[in-house]
């Protein structure tokens, strides 16, 4: 690839990027969005947090070692749900994630 090749595409990616978050902000500048929409919004970084998640947590071949191991993060996952829940702490469940996770596999 040529160096005017990639000024192109580097130059034509920027510009998108800038377009779709620069131009939303001014249009949307001082107006109330309906509440509808603004709960909407509200799902995007949970829905993004869960996809990462899932990602770590399930794999096609998390069962190639056989069932116990594989299923390991999806218990620790589990006990993190429950401490989350109780807690609303994200230290406690980072912490109960790690010593969860270790101790799962010294079984």
């Not at 970084?45 to 096609?60: C, E, W």
């Not at 191991?69 to 609303?88: E, F, Y």
């Amino acid at each position: 690839m040529s160096l005017t090749e990639f000024l192109i595409v580097w130059l034509s990616c920027l510009a998108t990027m800038l377009a779709c978050r620069c131009i939303p902000i001014f249009i949307l500048k001082g107006r109330d969005l309906p509440e509808s929409l603004r709960n909407a919004l509200n799902l995007i970084p949970p829905a993004a947090f869960a996809a990462l998640v899932a990602n770590d947590l399930f794999s096609p071949t998390m069962f190639s070692t056989g069932i116990w191991p594989g299923i390991i993060p999806v218990v620790a996952a589990l006990v993190v749900v429950i401490v989350a829940k109780t807690t609303k702490s994200l230290i406690w469940c980072a912490i109960t994630g790690v010593v969860t996770y270790a101790l799962l596999t010294l079984i």
